[in-house]
Structure formats: structure tokens, C-alpha cells
């Protein structure tokens, strides 16, 4: 991928290609032109706007990593429409507002910090899989993403936010942010659209995030009102910043928003696509189960387990694969630049999709395939370091990332230490768009290991 040739104009590929593309599929659509064009920057001409789509590891390194001259441009695709959601929250800004956010919050997920956490959260996602005792004994089908929304908001709420949210409360939260996510996707759509034309799912946005501001800003102002020492995220948020300052009570709320989101989304989707996972493919099932088993047995899981737990930790690396949450992550070129012997003019968006990288031929192996395998610890190291990218990259990387991969493992040993399941349908990989990938809803029967009559 040499940039050594002059620089030029990407090519473009049609309306007339682009758009029925788009509409029917777009997250496959993504996959094809990233086929189609070897990794080379093309463009895609959706009417109204024209994005530069970068799906080569190499190029998506230079961006991710230069937070100067490609940025997280608030009035632009998908930052415009989360910005109605976090206002000038961490995961939007730049600049001063986002380094000010970053300080405050960094120190609470360093490596050190979140390991010292682990024993708490598996007391708590115990807990919460306590209570599924009763109705797995009825055997009461229960909605999957339901399930783990309680379980992580739980775990989340205890350890990360000092529990002055309640479980309830969270689990709110949680299904207001899923209407969020999944009524934007007109907006994404429809990216030209002014906000004074009315699209399907503007009504649903706005009430779920006047519910949201309902239940945190009470919250926001007991604690600004009795600051405290706590080491939980509220409490770093409502305290002054490093210089001094008292952030207002918008940037508090726009950031703790931010970062429940940020805390609970990918657990809950990565986790979500388990149950269909382990019904298609029963071996997967079959090594999951005999780990769990052989590393944990009937016993609580520990922090201690998880090293051991290789195989667990090589399917989530996998579902992150196929489904990662964040599947659209857009810059905006701040000048003009030139990227893979393109010329990029200041102003113009570019597409950076890891659910796209991640699905091409060019850097995976039979890259449609769910093979754990793929990421063995024996395996060599990938050609790309920029091929897998989950989590996005650089600076802007997600700071929950660590915690993720803590806690995920501790919460599938604990259900698969206890139950067996039945998915209430047959197994659908198909990812349900929004701003974030979701699986399609399913309902899951969980019953009791000791219940033979059990498949998984």
C-alpha cells in the first residue's frame, strides 16, 4: 500500500450501485464495497453526500491514530445524531472538553484498578444470576437481552457507579439507550436530513432521552450538592476538574450518559449473540461447557479463573469479530489529506467500519465462518494490526475495553457453570441495525445443570 505514487482522485462508485446496495443491506453493503475494492479508499455516492469508505488496516491506522487532522465531527453522520443523546460528552468531542473528560475519567479503568474490581463484580453478577433460580426451576422463558441487561447493570451499577444507581434504574436506562440506538438508524439513513423534517422513530428518540434525563440528573444533583471522595464515576464527574473548574451540571450529565452507555452496551450486545451462537454451532457449545467445567466446576468464579478460561476468551474475540457493537465509526477530515495515494478534501467524511474490516476476504480466512480458532493463542500474530479493531483505535480507543474482557468471561462461566438453555426459535445471526449492532430478539429457557433432558 505505498504512497509513494501521486495522489488522486478515489474512484466512485454509482448511485445506481451505492443505493439499492444501502438500502437493502447496509451493513453488507459495507462488506461488498470493501470487497470489491481491494482495501483501496473509494467513495461512495449516496446522493446528497458523497463518504470516502477506508477499509485497509494500514489506512485505518494513520486515522485512528491522528486525532488532529480526522476527528469525531459533532455535525456530521453518526456524531451529530449521538450528540443529541451525550451532548459534548467524551465519546463526541475533541479538543480541550474531551481531554478535561479523559483525565477524570481514565485513572478509573486503568489495567490495576479494574483487575482490583473484578472480585467484586463476580459477587454481584452472582447475585443476579441467583435470582434466575426460580424461574429456570418453572422453566419461565425469559427475553435474552433482557437477561443480560440485568445481569451487567447490576455488576455496573455496584462496582463502577458506586451503586447510587439502582438496579432498576439501570436496567431503564438501558432499554431507553436501546430505543435511542435503534431509532437513529433513519437518521443515519437519511444523514442530509434536516431536524426540523420529521423521520420515523423522531418521537421514540426524544422521549427516551427526556426518560434518561429523568432518572440521572436527580442523581447528578444529590451528588453535586454532597460531594464526596467515592471512587466511583459519579462521584470523579461531580468533583472539580484537575484545573479547578466545576464542569456544569450538562457536561456531568452528557458524560455519565456517555459512559453508562459505554459500560453496558457492548457487554450486553457481544453477550446477547452467545445463546444463537451456541445453538448453530453445538461444538462450540460442547468446548465452552467442558471448560466452564473443568476450569471453574460448581464453584464461584474467581479472577483467578479467568487466565484459564482460553477458550471462552477465544469466542467472545470472535463474536467481537463478526458483531462489533461499534460497527460505524466516522471521521471528518479537518484539512486535506491524503490517504492510500487519494486525495481527501478538508470537510469530507470517511466511513471506518470495523463490522466491514473485519468481514474481508483480504485479511481473514473464510472471514463469514465463526471459528474461534482463528484466534488461538498458538496461532500467529495477524498480518494487520488494524484488521481487528472492536474497540476502535488510537487515543479515542474505548476506556471500558479492559473491563469488558474481565467481565464478559466471569458472567458467561457463571450462567454456563448453572445452566443449560433452549433458544425459543431457531438460531438468527442476522444483526438488527441501529447506531449500535444488536442481535434479533429471542427468548431463552435456562434450566438447571442437573436437568439431563437438557441440550444446549
Request: net charge neutral.
Amino acid at each position: 500500500m505505498s504512497q509513494a505514487q501521486p495522489a488522486g482522485r478515489a474512484r466512485l462508485i454509482p448511485l445506481r450501485e451505492t443505493l439499492p446496495r444501502m438500502l437493502r443491506d447496509p451493513l453488507a453493503a459495507l462488506v461488498h464495497f470493501g470487497h470489491e475494492s481491494g482495501g483501496e479508499v473509494v467513495r461512495l455516492n449516496l446522493g446528497t453526500m458523497r463518504p470516502y469508505l477506508v477499509t485497509h488496516p494500514e489506512h485505518l491506522q494513520q486515522i485512528l491514530r491522528d486525532t488532529t487532522n480526522y476527528i469525531r465531527d459533532g455535525e456530521s453522520m453518526l456524531w451529530r445524531s449521538i450528540r443529541r443523546v451525550v451532548g459534548e460528552a467524551i465519546l463526541v468531542t475533541e479538543g480541550e472538553v474531551w481531554e478535561s473528560s479523559r483525565d477524570t475519567l481514565q485513572p478509573l479503568f486503568t489495567k490495576q484498578r479494574v483487575e482490583q474490581m473484578v472480585d467484586r463484580m463476580a459477587v454481584a453478577i452472582a447475585e443476579a444470576i441467583d435470582a434466575l433460580g426460580e424461574p429456570a426451576r418453572q422453566g419461565v422463558a425469559v427475553d435474552s437481552m433482557t437477561l443480560m441487561s440485568r445481569i451487567v447493570c447490576q455488576a455496573t451499577t455496584r462496582v463502577l457507579f458506586g451503586r447510587k444507581i439502582s438496579v432498576g434504574d439501570a436496567v431503564e436506562i438501558f432499554g431507553h439507550l436501546g430505543t435511542i440506538t435503534r431509532t437513529m438508524v433513519f437518521r443515519l439513513l437519511v444523514p442530509s436530513a434536516p431536524y426540523w423534517v420529521p423521520l420515523p422513530g423522531d418521537r421514540a428518540f426524544r422521549k427516551a432521552v427526556a426518560a434518561i434525563d429523568t432518572l440521572v440528573l436527580p442523581i447528578i444533583r444529590t451528588e453535586r450538592a454532597n460531594p464526596g471522595e467515592g471512587d466511583d464515576i459519579i462521584a470523579a464527574l461531580c468533583r472539580p476538574r484537575a484545573n479547578g473548574l466545576q464542569v456544569s451540571e450538562e457536561q456531568v450529565r452528557s458524560d455519565l450518559v456517555a459512559m453508562f452507555s459505554t459500560a453496558t452496551e457492548t457487554t450486553v450486545g457481544v453477550l446477547s449473540w452467545l445463546w444463537p451462537v451456541l445453538e448453530k454451532y453445538p461444538e462450540v457449545a460442547d468446548r465452552l461447557y467442558a471448560e466452564v467445567d473443568e476450569v471453574v466446576g460448581r464453584g464461584p468464579v474467581q479472577r483467578a479463573h479467568i487466565p484459564r478460561m482460553r477458550y471462552t476468551r477465544m469466542v467472545l474475540d470472535e463474536m467481537l469479530r463478526l458483531w462489533p457493537a461499534g460497527w460505524n465509526i466516522p471521521r471528518t477530515a479537518a484539512e486535506e489529506q491524503v490517504l492510500g495515494c487519494v486525495r481527501i478534501e478538508a470537510g469530507a467524511t470517511i466511513l471506518v467500519s470495523p463490522y466491514a474490516t473485519q468481514r474481508m476476504e483480504q485479511f481473514w480466512d473464510r472471514p463469514d465462518a465463526f471459528d474461534p480458532e482463528r484466534f488461538a493463542p498458538d496461532r500467529p500474530r495477524r498480518e494487520h494490526r488494524y484488521s481487528y479493531f472492536p474497540f476502535g483505535g488510537g487515543p479515542h480507543q474505548c476506556v471500558g475495553q479492559h473491563l469488558f474482557l474481565l467481565e464478559a468471561p466471569i458472567i458467561i462461566a457463571t450462567l454456563l457453570s448453572r445452566y443449560r438453555f433452549q433458544l425459543g426459535g431457531p438460531a438468527n445471526l442476522k444483526a438488527r441495525l441501529g447506531a449500535s449492532l444488536r442481535p434479533r430478539p429471542n427468548t431463552l429457557t435456562l434450566l438447571p445443570r442437573h436437568d439431563h433432558s437438557s441440550v444446549s
